[in-house]
């Protein structure tokens, strides 16, 4: 099979001010195949991506498309090289039904009158006329004509604009080309996260691009919404297009890729065919290193129930049921996982347990290991009530610099944040959280410059050490964990799942919300499924199948199903 | 051939590389910051020069411009002295809206606080100054321009914690509800309805520590430093830092928003109503009019933000504001350029123009595009 290049990037340097985001990159991308981007957090590949559709605009190196150079300097210019890119965040108009999404911003083929007319003059011109009146009404035709254009124009923009129907014909026949299962007149508010994904890759075809760019499309869909993906782009790239896929996992880049290039510091490693390659060597040049990609599971050992949750409802601000009728309890010496797709209610049920959520309904119970278990009320106590009763409850909310640190403030203070109300008198004591801070920054091998800079500089992975080690410094008795591994590189992943098992094996209650079922699966000992604000099931992880998994995301099992749907319709 | 020919040259033609862009740096040394900033002080401060001589009409202008704006707060002891009053004022209202501006509230009703304070100590000289000892009656000034003070930074405060109102609108119209207030009084304590009021007579503690003045720098500098101590050591301090920072990480930590923002503005409109009260006390003939506080309460919010709400910087911003207020009204008055402050005003605004856009340059850094043949 012959092969054409149709995307090119020779010797592409990027710096953000001290940072070198991309380092004399060379990447070929030929017609019909789909290339997938490979590197960790912070490795390039979004910068590189971005170079290609316009955001950004490289130091140096050129980007060769279809052979010819090509200077990109506005998501218009990648357009015009029919080039597209679909974002992790979907930039869709909420309001808008998926038809309008597609063909919003587009203009209307220009139409000049003043050209058009001459251009009539001239198809007039070569018509001589040898008859009077022949000359007459040769005259009042092209007068006609002329003054008929204006018209003519404000005819096609009517028809352009609010007659959108043969531009819907052209979107319907892109999706059933591709076979993309979907309601055009569905408004975006309604749909799911992989129905917009569906909306933004038809967005991008409508407008003529061969070359798609997806920026880690299948971190927010189930597996069995990526399976669909993955069909879908099988089809493209046999209708000829090319096609780059970001991202950092490993079993997608064997499943669903022609050739494998790795990123890693900016640097373009190499390029490899993914058959000839295996998880194993594509992590080693990820990493730069050999790694153990295994997941010890200790046998929990000593297992008490240590929080129960039962019949908890929490209604949010628009009313709706973000949490309905959850029950299940965590047991000390045990993980916890809890799965679902995004925000299916994880962020409410920690939030609500830590005492951050005001709740509608249940209980929520604390079983107190140093009074034999006692039983503890936690419904509806703020943060230091539910201190002052004694409840070591630790917590690593998601939005880590939002929430659980200050990015502002150097490592000491924010080691403060938890124990500043303990100095002497009205005065604050730096001493004790300073030397936290040093033994955190040893312990975990934090990469900083001192515990005196402030934790934004830090990157991801560090930042993420320092939150966790802050609040594991407390002796938790029930550690609660929100995606404590989004977008940290390989080895800070792993740091950080040691030392969630070292806190199972102390005999701490874990409770630990992923969005890697892979990682669930090994991790956990069992997994509680959330579906819309409802339990779907808890299964256990030691034999757990991720496909099982993914339907429990989706849907709800037995009679709730049914009642349901029957809602949703309502 | 020649349609691919040209078909490049289009291109090239078409798209550039866009002609500069900017860059954040990371990390400057402190040295260079320093350079950048003294530099731009030296180019604002010959702007000015020449802008006054321009203005003169006569080259020699140039030098006795520096000369004038030096004199301005230096050039006598009495200047001095007026100096540092006037600092100690500045200082003050800077130090008041520091701890709101810290906790990312944005108060801009100093001036209303600063004046309604005034308004409090006056109150108290017109209606007992006669009748009460002169330790009392101050004490009582004291008390009431705090009060004062507090009070209208309470309002919005409790309006911002419990429903949510915007502090910025709500801040600034109470500026007005005191001037107006004060306009109020005026006319109706003023003889015979003339609608200004002058020496109230009594409640002066002016010339306390011997020297004119000295009494208010003395205070100040003692607010400073509980200021100081208060944001760097106090729980207070880091809760607010924190409000400041982020409400969900206080929220997270179990710190009472609420309370802390109250409790923040409290404190707030107290070191605002301090400064109420030397305005009044500490001049040698108290008195209250509408344009007592002159706008020092939102010179004080470019102070605060100068020294990046540290108070030790805030000592030198302060000073340097008021030196070139000095300066530059010394120098429109010595060349009769009219009574009006618009000369003065232009000067401090070139300075600050380009201190601010200093600041800038420091932050970023700005590349521009390569020459062309590469």
């Given at each position: 099979?012959?092969?054409?290049?149709?995307?090119?990037?020779?010797?592409?340097?990027?710096?953000?001010?001290?940072?070198?985001?991309?380092?004399?990159?060379?990447?070929?991308?030929?017609?019909?195949?789909?290339?997938?981007?490979?590197?960790?957090?912070?490795?390039g590949?979004?910068?590189?991506?971005?170079?290609?559709?316009?955001?950004?605009?490289?130091?140096?190196?050129?980007?060769?498309?279809?052979?010819?150079?090509?200077v990109?300097?506005?998501?218009k210019?990648?357009?015009?090289?029919?080039?597209?890119?679909?974002?992790?965040?979907?930039?869709?108009?909420?309001?808008?039904?998926?038809?309008?999404?597609?063909?919003?911003?587009?203009h209307?083929?220009?139409?000049?009158?003043k050209?058009?007319?001459?251009k009539a003059?001239?198809?007039?011109?070569?018509?001589?006329?040898?008859?009077?009146?022949?000359?007459?009404?040769?005259?009042?035709?092209?007068?006609?004509?002329?003054?008929a254009?204006?018209?003519?124009?404000?005819?096609?923009?009517?028809?352009?604009?609010?007659?959108?129907?043969?531009?819907?014909?052209?979107?319907?026949?892109?999706?059933?080309?591709?076979?993309?299962?979907?309601?055009?007149?569905?408004?975006?508010?309604?749909?799911?996260?992989?129905?917009?994904?569906?909306?933004?890759?038809?967005?991008?075809?409508?407008?003529?691009?061969?070359?798609?760019?997806?920026?880690?499309?299948?971190?927010?869909?189930?597996?069995?919404?990526?399976?669909?993906?993955?069909?879908?782009?099988?089809?493209?790239?046999?209708?000829?297009?090319?096609?780059?896929?970001?991202?950092?996992?490993?079993n997608?880049?064997?499943?669903?890729?022609?050739?494998?290039?790795?990123?890693?510091?900016?640097?373009?490693?190499?390029?490899?065919?993914?058959?000839?390659?295996?998880?194993?060597?594509?992590?080693?040049m990820?990493?730069?290193?050999?790694?153990?990609?295994?997941?010890?599971?200790?046998?929990?050992?000593?297992?008490?129930?240590?929080?129960?949750?039962?019949?908890?409802?929490?209604?949010?601000r628009?009313?709706?049921?973000?949490?309905?009728?959850?029950?299940?309890?965590?047991?000390?010496?045990?993980?916890?996982?809890?799965?679902?797709?995004?925000?299916?209610?994880?962020?409410?049920?920690?939030?609500a347990?830590?005492?951050l959520?005001?709740?509608?309904?249940?209980d929520?119970?604390?079983?107190?290991?140093?009074?034999?278990?006692?039983?503890?009320?936690?419904m509806?106590?703020?943060?230091?009530?539910?201190?002052?009763?004694?409840?070591?409850?630790?917590?690593?909310?998601?939005?880590?610099?939002?929430?659980?640190?200050?990015?502002?403030?150097?490592?000491?203070?924010?080691?403060?944040l938890?124990?500043?109300?303990?100095?002497?008198?009205?005065f604050?004591?730096?001493?004790?959280?300073?030397?936290?801070?040093?033994?955190?920054?040893?312990?975990?091998?934090?990469?900083?410059?001192?515990?005196?800079?402030p934790?934004?500089?830090?990157?991801?992975?560090n930042?993420?050490?320092?939150?966790?080690g802050?609040?594991?410094?407390a002796?938790?008795?029930?550690?609660?964990?929100?995606?404590?591994?989004?977008?940290?590189?390989?080895n800070?992943?792993?740091?950080?799942?040691?030392?969630?098992?070292?806190?199972?094996?102390?005999?701490?209650?874990?409770?630990?919300?992923?969005?890697?079922?892979?990682?669930?699966?090994?991790?956990?000992?069992?997994?509680?499924?959330?579906?819309?604000?409802?339990?779907?099931?808890?299964?256990?992880?030691?034999?757990?199948?991720?496909?099982?998994?993914?339907?429990?995301?989706?849907?709800?099992?037995?009679?709730?199903?049914?009642?349901?749907?029957?809602?949703?319709?309502? | 051939?020649?349609?691919?020919?040209?078909?490049?040259?289009?291109?090239?033609?078409?798209h550039?590389?866009p002609?500069?862009?900017?860059?954040?740096?990371?990390?400057?040394?402190?040295?260079?910051?320093?350079?950048?900033?003294?530099?731009?002080?030296?180019?604002?401060?010959?702007?000015?020069?020449?802008?006054?001589?321009f203005?003169i009409?006569?080259g020699?202008?140039?030098?006795?411009?520096?000369?004038?704006?030096w004199?301005?707060?230096?050039?006598?002891?009495?200047?001095?002295?007026?100096?540092?009053?006037?600092?100690?004022?500045?200082?003050?209202?800077?130090?008041?809206?520091?701890?709101?501006?810290?906790?990312?509230?944005?108060?801009?009703?100093?001036?209303?606080?600063?004046?309604?304070?005034?308004?409090?100590?006056?109150?108290?000289?017109?209606?007992?100054?006669?009748?009460?000892?002169?330790?009392?009656?101050?004490?009582?000034?004291?008390?009431?321009?705090?009060?004062?003070?507090?009070?209208?930074?309470?309002?919005?405060?409790?309006?911002?914690?419990?429903?949510?109102?915007?502090?910025?609108?709500?801040?600034?119209?109470?500026?007005?509800?005191?001037?107006?207030?004060?306009?109020?009084?005026?006319?109706?304590?003023?003889?015979?309805?003339?609608?200004?009021?002058?020496?109230?007579?009594?409640?002066?503690?002016?010339?306390?520590?011997?020297?004119?003045?000295?009494q208010?720098?003395?205070?100040?500098?003692?607010?400073?430093?509980?200021?100081?101590?208060?944001?760097?050591?106090?729980?207070?301090?880091?809760?607010?830092?924190?409000?400041?920072?982020?409400?969900?990480?206080?929220?997270?930590?179990?710190?009472?928003?609420?309370?802390?923002?109250?409790?923040?503005?409290?404190?707030?409109?107290?070191?605002?109503?301090?400064?109420?009260?030397?305005?009044?006390?500490?001049?040698?003939t108290?008195?209250?009019?509408?344009?007592?506080?002159?706008?020092?309460?939102?010179?004080?919010?470019l102070?605060?933000?100068?020294?990046?709400?540290?108070?030790?910087?805030?000592?030198?911003?302060?000073?340097?504001?008021?030196?070139?207020?000095?300066?530059?009204s010394?120098?429109?008055?010595?060349?009769?350029?009219?009574?009006?402050?618009?000369?003065?005003?232009?000067?401090?605004?070139?300075?600050?123009?380009?201190?601010?856009a200093?600041?800038?340059?420091?932050d970023?850094q700005?590349?521009?595009?390569?020459?062309?043949?590469?």
């Amino acid at each position: 099979m012959e092969k054409t290049v149709a995307l090119e990037l020779k010797n592409i340097t990027k710096t953000f001010g001290e940072v070198v985001a991309n380092k004399n990159v060379d990447l070929e991308l030929y017609r019909g195949e789909i290339l997938s981007l490979l590197g960790e957090n912070g490795s390039g590949k979004t910068t590189l991506m971005n170079m290609i559709c316009g955001i950004y605009f490289p130091d140096e190196g050129e980007i060769f498309v279809g052979g010819e150079e090509a200077v990109i300097r506005s998501p218009k210019d990648a357009f015009a090289l029919k080039i597209g890119m679909i974002h992790q965040h979907f930039k869709l108009v909420d309001i808008f039904t998926a038809a309008d999404n597609v063909i919003l911003g587009e203009h209307m083929p220009r139409y000049s009158v003043k050209e058009e007319g001459k251009k009539a003059i001239a198809a007039a011109n070569g018509f001589k006329p040898v008859k009077p009146a022949e000359k007459i009404l040769w005259g009042l035709k092209l007068g006609l004509k002329l003054s008929a254009l204006p018209f003519i124009k404000i005819g096609k923009k009517i028809k352009f604009d609010y007659l959108a129907k043969s531009r819907t014909r052209k979107i319907t026949e892109i999706s059933s080309r591709y076979g993309f299962d979907i309601d055009l007149k569905k408004k975006i508010y309604d749909m799911s996260v992989s129905e917009k994904q569906t909306v933004e890759i038809i967005k991008v075809l409508y407008r003529g691009a061969e070359i798609l760019i997806l920026d880690e499309p299948t971190a927010v869909l189930t597996p069995q919404e990526i399976d669909k993906l993955f069909a879908i782009l099988r089809r493209m790239r046999d209708d000829g297009k090319s096609i780059i896929i970001i991202t950092h996992k490993l079993n997608e880049v064997m499943a669903i890729s022609d050739r494998v290039a790795v990123l890693r510091k900016g640097e373009h490693i190499a390029t490899v065919n993914t058959a000839e390659t295996d998880e194993k060597a594509l992590t080693e040049m990820m990493v730069g290193k050999k790694i153990d990609l295994n997941i010890e599971r200790a046998e929990p050992n000593d297992v008490k129930d240590r929080l129960t949750v039962r019949n908890l409802t929490v209604i949010n601000r628009d009313g709706m049921k973000a949490l309905d009728d959850v029950s299940f309890t965590a047991r000390s010496g045990e993980i916890l996982g809890i799965a679902g797709i995004a925000g299916s209610g994880q962020r409410e049920l920690l939030e609500a347990i830590a005492g951050l959520q005001k709740t509608a309904g249940g209980d929520i119970l604390y079983f107190d290991p140093n009074k034999e278990d006692a039983e503890v009320d936690l419904m509806q106590k703020t943060p230091v009530e539910i201190r002052d009763l004694g409840v070591r409850l630790s917590f690593v909310p998601e939005d880590r610099l939002g929430m659980g640190l200050v990015g502002n403030m150097d490592l000491v203070d924010n080691m403060m944040l938890r124990s500043y109300t303990k100095g002497r008198f009205v005065f604050v004591d730096r001493k004790n959280p300073k030397e936290l801070a040093e033994h955190i920054v040893h312990d975990l091998e934090v990469v900083t410059p001192g515990v005196r800079t402030p934790v934004r500089k830090l990157s991801g992975g560090n930042v993420q050490k320092v939150l966790v080690g802050r609040e594991i410094a407390a002796a938790p008795t029930v550690l609660m964990a929100a995606y404590p591994v989004r977008g940290l590189d390989i080895n800070s992943s792993y740091t950080i799942y040691h030392l969630l098992n070292q806190q199972k094996e102390k005999g701490v209650a874990v409770i630990y919300v992923g969005e890697d079922l892979d990682v669930l699966i090994d991790l956990c000992d069992r997994i509680l499924v959330l579906c819309a604000g409802k339990v779907s099931g808890i299964v256990d992880g030691r034999g757990a199948k991720k496909e099982d998994i993914g339907l429990l995301m989706t849907k709800l099992t037995g009679k709730e199903a049914d009642g349901e749907t029957k809602e949703a319709a309502l | 051939m020649t349609v691919k020919n040209e078909a490049v040259v289009s291109t090239v033609k078409r798209h550039k590389e866009p002609l500069f862009r900017l860059i954040k740096r990371t990390d400057i040394p402190i040295w260079k910051k320093w350079v950048i900033r003294i530099a731009t002080f030296a180019v604002a401060a010959i702007t000015a020069g020449l802008l006054f001589t321009f203005i003169i009409g006569d080259g020699a202008a140039f030098g006795t411009f520096f000369k004038e704006l030096w004199s301005g707060s230096f050039g006598t002891e009495r200047l001095t002295y007026i100096f540092l009053n006037n600092w100690a004022i500045m200082m003050c209202i800077s130090l008041a809206v520091t701890p709101a501006f810290k906790m990312r509230f944005w108060n801009i009703g100093a001036e209303g606080q600063t004046l309604a304070a005034a308004l409090g100590a006056a109150f108290v000289i017109h209606y007992f100054g006669k009748s009460l000892i002169e330790p009392v009656v101050i004490l009582l000034m004291l008390v009431a321009a705090l009060f004062m003070g507090m009070l209208w930074a309470l309002l919005p405060a409790i309006f911002k914690a419990v429903w949510g109102t915007n502090e910025t609108l709500f801040t600034l119209m109470m500026n007005y509800v005191a001037i107006q207030l004060v306009n109020f009084f005026v006319n109706l304590w003023s003889p015979g309805g003339s609608g200004t009021i002058g020496n109230l007579g009594n409640g002066s503690f002016h010339g306390l520590f011997g020297l004119p003045y000295i009494q208010n720098a003395v205070f100040v500098a003692i607010v400073t430093i509980i200021v100081f101590v208060y944001l760097k050591f106090f729980k207070h301090g880091y809760e607010l830092e924190v409000v400041g920072e982020s409400v969900n990480t206080a929220k997270y930590i179990g710190i009472n928003v609420k309370k802390v923002i109250i409790r923040t503005m409290i404190l707030s409109g107290a070191v605002c109503g301090f400064a109420g009260f030397l305005l009044v006390g500490g001049s040698p003939t108290p008195t209250i009019n509408t344009g007592l506080v002159g706008g020092r309460g939102f010179t004080a919010i470019l102070v605060s933000w100068l020294s990046k709400f540290s108070p030790i910087a805030m000592i030198f911003v302060a000073a340097l504001v008021v030196f070139l207020q000095k300066g530059a009204s010394q120098a429109s008055d010595s060349f009769h350029l009219g009574a009006s402050s618009a000369f003065s005003n232009i000067i401090i605004g070139i300075f600050f123009l380009m201190i601010i856009a200093c600041e800038f340059f420091i932050d970023y850094q700005i590349k521009f595009r390569k020459k062309e043949g590469k």
